[in-house]
């Protein structure tokens, strides 16, 4: 099912939580919200669910306009972060309850639920309660509930964050293979950069309210529209060299040799700027046009963590290790095209 999100906003009183939100989910996607804490991304998850009215804009559900539709009408499974299982019924009962309360028979419920048991690998456990399960197994009861009712789209929201690490890594790679054997449509809302990166066929980055990017995964870290989803993604986070540019060159504050890049050419004078680059994006080069000096050497096998200094700015490079970068010392280094960025210090804009 194709999902549109026709000019969305929500507000509560004076505080706007959702902007203007303009976005289409295409059908069989699975598409990831992203963003920090408030960022209004389960609120949107809410509106798509039906559970949060819209204060403006419009949700179509293919044709049809579903924007004042309760819930129970939407045809939309949700999975959220606490699971929401019942205590007292044993995992086929969790299962088949959104069949029970739709009035399906039971024997239509109970052979439906031993099929989706089998597809999200709980079927093993249909007679114990959610007591008895661990986390990962609960949450899999739970994506088995929303998934019984054949929905038209999976509502997904935090649905890992109460797991430990191992089992978030399990759980985020069956969730993904559970999403492309039913090839149901299918938002997940994180503030997990990991989890969204590999999650999803796209990422709808968000901040305050307001969508920052739309776009495929890969596309979000190669190429940032602006300061803060180069921020975001990434880790280590990307290093943000403040200065100006002057004759072309890029002067970073406190420092007194200019970069001279092919970046900076169509750069007017005295902008004031942030030379953003990517820890992965440094090339030990003798003859390089960046000095730097060498505050601190790690190593990480075969490569090394150095922490270096340009000016009053320090910043992260990924060097290897036979290169044999040592603290104290003074050395030049070069960069690769993917993974630079230069945007305006103020705005936040991408200049180049």
Do not use: W
């Amino acid at each position: 099912m194709r999902v549109i999100l026709d000019h969305v906003t929500k507000k509560f009183d004076d505080f706007t939580a959702v902007s203007d939100f303009n976005a289409t989910l295409e059908d069989g996607e699975l598409v990831c919200l992203l963003g920090p804490s408030g960022c209004g991304k389960s609120t949107l998850l809410n509106m798509l669910s039906g559970i949060l009215p819209l204060t403006d804009g419009h949700i179509f559900f293919d044709q049809d306009d579903v924007t004042k539709l309760p819930p129970e009408k939407r045809g939309v499974g949700l999975v959220f972060q606490n699971y929401a299982l019942y205590p007292h019924m044993t995992v086929l009962d969790n299962i088949c309850f959104p069949l029970e309360t739709q009035h399906v028979p039971k024997n239509e419920r109970i052979e439906r639920a031993n099929e989706i048991a089998k597809l999200v690998h709980v079927d093993m456990l249909m007679k114990r309660r959610p007591g008895e399960l661990s986390g990962g197994q609960q949450q899999r009861v739970a994506i088995a509930r929303a998934l019984i009712k054949n929905p038209r789209l999976l509502l997904l929201d935090e649905p890992l964050s109460n797991l430990d690490a191992r089992l978030r890594l399990e759980m985020r790679e069956e969730i993904r293979r559970i999403q492309q054997n039913t090839k149901v449509t299918a938002v997940f809302v994180t503030h997990d950069q990991e989890e969204a990166l590999a999650i999803s066929d796209r990422i709808i980055l968000m901040k305050a309210g307001v969508m920052q990017q739309n776009d495929l995964p890969q596309n979000l870290y190669d190429h940032p529209v602006n300061q803060f989803v180069a921020n975001f993604l990434g880790n280590p986070p990307i290093n943000n060299i403040p200065g100006t540019i002057r004759n072309h060159q890029f002067f970073a504050d406190g420092a007194k040799e200019g970069i001279v890049l092919d970046l900076f050419k169509d750069i007017e004078d005295n902008r004031r700027v942030n030379l953003s680059i990517r820890a992965e994006a440094f090339l030990p080069d003798p003859e390089g046009p960046i000095p730097a000096d060498v505050d601190r050497v790690y190593t990480m096998g075969k490569e090394e963590m150095a922490c270096l200094r340009i000016g009053d700015t320090e910043f992260r490079a990924y060097i290897d290790a036979e290169v044999g970068l040592l603290a104290g010392e003074r050395t030049h280094l070069n960069v690769r095209r993917r993974g630079v960025f230069v945007f305006d210090l103020e705005s936040g804009e991408q200049l180049a």
